[in-house]
């Protein structure tokens, strides 16, 4: 993977040898299927989440690192976790399979759910002349990648939908992704949200949009498996540590999250098992070549990201007298495909070029640049970028 062969190259080593054997024996994508076939989606706090904890430090282990620490940052307090019976249908007037997500942290239906959809009434008025016990309500409530905006919707009118009887709302995605948010806050194991609420692609918001305005029966069944786990739950950052040789009180910074969404079907691959999975082989591939690296490297695998840069942030805090001493903080949250350069200030550019030059001369196919920019514009991943030094 050559991200990893970049980053051998930035932390001074000799970069042929570990590139060599990264083109020869290269266990990125092992580790992967590990992580997202094996253990599978990790929202923070999840009993996913808490394996892949103690999976990771298990592997950094086995490449002979002596120093992996799981690091606690917080506490969940309410676990959230999908269970195996998801499906949804629409019944009627034809019956077909649907897809659809809820966001983390939401109630599931308790087993299948069947009934009529009815359109969300627009007014009190409208809703007073309705009978809405036992449906599925279908809702024009935009929605974005965090899921519905609520917020939109009047209060006393979702309050009373609430209190219907309803079996649940249906919203439809924009497009026909179907993407999960969500968060922890405000929520515990006696205090849970008990509203379902299931997102549909967009071509499915519309049929049955359009069967209801043209007076046809329309019924749908969502079997919605979502479970709670009682908290507190302790939640960590894996650290593993290789101490530098010449300057081990400088410290470079490789990582990734291991914490993911968990939207149904989904792995956890993309965002972020790729950055754990190439870590982790950095690690490995560091240690199997026997180079001592001049400075140390901190391997850190962070926790929360998607709920705020969690994880990061904590270890920010947790080691605020050492941030002085970080010379580079890598973190790999890009996603699949390969890196094709940095964008980054001008003065950083006599640090990356040559590591570059040394990619693109293993990888031609392959080339990496260095993109000057006015203003480093340090987006996501890592709570350690935003920091002023
Ligand atoms: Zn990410």
Not at 90 to 112: D, R, S, V, Y
Not at 205 to 220: C, H, K, P
Not at 317 to 324: D, G, P, Y
Request: charged residues 25%; contains cysteine.
């Amino acid at each position: 993977m050559i991200s990893i062969a970049l980053l051998a190259t930035l932390i001074q080593t000799p970069a042929d040898t570990i590139i060599d054997l990264s083109k020869r024996d290269n266990r990125a994508m092992a580790h992967l299927k590990e992580l997202c076939y094996d253990i599978g989606a990790r929202p923070t706090g999840s009993p996913e989440y808490l394996k892949a904890e103690q999976w990771a430090v298990k592997k950094f282990k086995s490449f002979g690192i002596k120093n992996v620490t799981l690091e606690k940052w917080g506490e969940v307090p309410v676990g959230f976790q999908r269970g195996p019976n998801n499906s949804a249908s629409l019944i009627a007037p034809f019956k077909t399979e649907i897809q659809f997500t809820t966001n983390c942290w939401m109630p599931g239906t308790n087993g299948p759910a069947k009934g009529k959809v009815v359109l969300a009434p627009k007014n009190m008025e409208a809703f007073k002349s309705m009978d809405l016990k036992g449906a599925w309500v279908l809702m024009e409530t935009p929605t974005s990648m965090r899921g519905a905006d609520s917020a939109s919707e009047d209060a006393a009118l979702r309050e009373a939908i609430s209190n219907a009887g309803i079996l649940g709302r249906i919203y439809g995605s924009k497009d026909e992704y179907l993407t999960t948010h969500g968060s922890w806050q405000g929520k515990s194991f006696e205090n849970r949200p008990k509203n379902v609420e299931v997102k549909v692609r967009k071509s499915d918001w519309d049929r049955m949009f359009s069967y209801i305005r043209l007076g046809q029966e329309t019924v749908a069944e969502f079997n919605v498996d979502n479970r709670w786990i009682k908290g507190p739950i302790d939640v960590h950052n894996v650290i593993a540590e290789i101490r530098g040789s010449e300057k081990p009180d400088e410290i470079v910074v490789i990582g990734g999250h291991i914490d993911s969404w968990n939207s149904i079907g989904s792995q956890g691959a993309c965002d972020n098992g790729t950055g754990t999975s190439s870590t982790l082989e950095a690690a490995r591939l560091i240690m199997k070549s026997g180079i001592r690296p001049k400075r140390t490297i901190r391997f850190m695998l962070f926790g929360g990201e998607e709920q705020g840069l969690l994880g990061s942030a904590g270890y920010v805090k947790n080691h605020a007298n050492e941030l002085e001493k970080i010379s580079v903080c890598i973190v790999d949250d890009g996603g699949t495909n390969y890196e094709s350069g940095v964008n980054g200030i001008e003065a950083w550019r006599p640090f990356f070029e040559p590591s570059f030059a040394a990619m693109t001369k293993a990888f031609p196919e392959m080339p990496m640049a260095f993109n000057a920019v006015e203003k480093y514009n340090a987006s996501g991943g890592c709570f350690l970028y935003g920091q002023e030094r």
